[in-house]
């Protein structure tokens, strides 16, 4: 397949750029450093700087959206949300306009979301039938999901014939499955949201900022600790994405997370027995809010997100544990 990928040149895009050329897969990668394209995902890897480069002629066979900047690295003045916005839900919406434009669309669009989708869930366990939450990360990736769904109504040509005209067959295929009409010859594109729990990974990400205070036995536990964290080996990352990518019968929302989530106290004890160190430490969630401001919620707050839908998929995680999954990454 020819795949486009968006936000390739971060953690998990390169990661999964390994494991798509492994494949045989064609790759091309948007970036807003396409000079650093080669390095960081294989010298193969053709490398764009604007989606205007995708002309109407040129297909792709799936789409992986990944863009995003860092949504953790800055206070979240009214100017860093709006770049927030415009790296997730105005890149997804200008992403779709492209599909919609092709001649040949792809058959599936995996985009990226987050678990900050439902908010600050307490206790709940959230799998992908809960609710959206409140606050502004929840906003954003209701707007970023919304946007890739726009993908969802656009028919896709098949290898048996060509797709039907927007106009006279539209008031007639709207009532069909949204994978396929009853003659074979047209589907919609198949959209995959990857609700992204934090990814632990030992190229970089969350455990890039956690390790160096941890190792020098400074790890702190953040506010009471019983805020809920979900998280995702980037392994199981990857190879979730591939059964998305490769199974026909995927679509709608998915819990990228690893089945055992840890209150942030469970993560700080378990992280500090990994590299033989104490962690007696507390950050006070008021010095959190006074540092870090409304963006402090991503670290006080937190999701008990469970991978339903994966699992009913009967999709195995070589990582189920938090034990398991911090001893490799940091070995």
Not at 97 to 118: F, Q, T
Not at 147 to 159: F, I, N
Not at 252 to 271: I, Q, R
Request: hydrophobic share 45%.
């Amino acid at each position: 397949m020819h795949i486009l990928i968006t936000g390739g040149t971060g953690l998990i895009g390169r990661r999964l750029c390994r494991a798509l050329l492994a494949e045989g897969h064609e790759l091309t990668v948007f970036s807003r450093n396409p000079a650093s394209v080669s390095a960081k995902c294989g010298a193969q890897v053709h490398a764009w700087a604007s989606l205007a480069e995708w002309h109407p002629a040129l297909s792709f066979d799936a789409v992986i959206n990944l863009a995003g900047e860092p949504i953790i690295d800055k206070r979240w003045t009214a100017q860093r949300k709006q770049v927030l916005w415009d790296s997730r839900v105005t890149l997804t919406e200008e992403l779709v306009r492209r599909i919609a434009a092709a001649e040949r669309k792809p058959s599936v669009l995996l985009s990226g979301s987050a678990v900050g989708y439902y908010g600050n869930g307490g206790d709940l366990m959230l799998d992908e039938t809960a609710e959206v939450g409140e606050g502004y990360a929840a906003e954003l990736c209701k707007a970023w999901e919304g946007a890739a769904r726009g993908a969802e109504k656009l028919s896709v040509r098949s290898q048996h014939g060509a797709a039907e005209p927007s106009g006279a067959g539209v008031a007639a295929s709207h009532l069909l499955p949204q994978t396929a009409d009853f003659t074979g010859n047209v589907s919609k594109v198949r959209v995959c949201l990857l609700r992204t729990a934090p990814v632990l990974s030992n190229d970089g990400g969350m455990l890039a900022r956690m390790l160096p205070p941890f190792k020098l036995g400074l790890g702190a536990r953040l506010g009471d600790g019983k805020q809920w964290m979900s998280w995702v080996h980037i392994e199981d990352y990857a190879a979730m994405v591939l059964r998305l990518l490769h199974d026909p019968h995927t679509a709608g929302p998915y819990n990228m997370a690893a089945p055992n989530p840890a209150t942030n106290a469970e993560f700080t004890a378990t992280l500090a027995a990994a590299l033989h160190r104490p962690a007696f430490f507390v950050a006070p969630a008021s010095l959190l809010k006074l540092a870090m401001g409304e963006s402090a919620s991503l670290l006080l707050e937190g999701q008990r997100a469970l991978p339903s839908k994966m699992e009913a998929a009967h999709y195995r995680f070589s990582f189920p544990t938090l034990a398991e999954a911090l001893r490799d990454v940091i070995r």
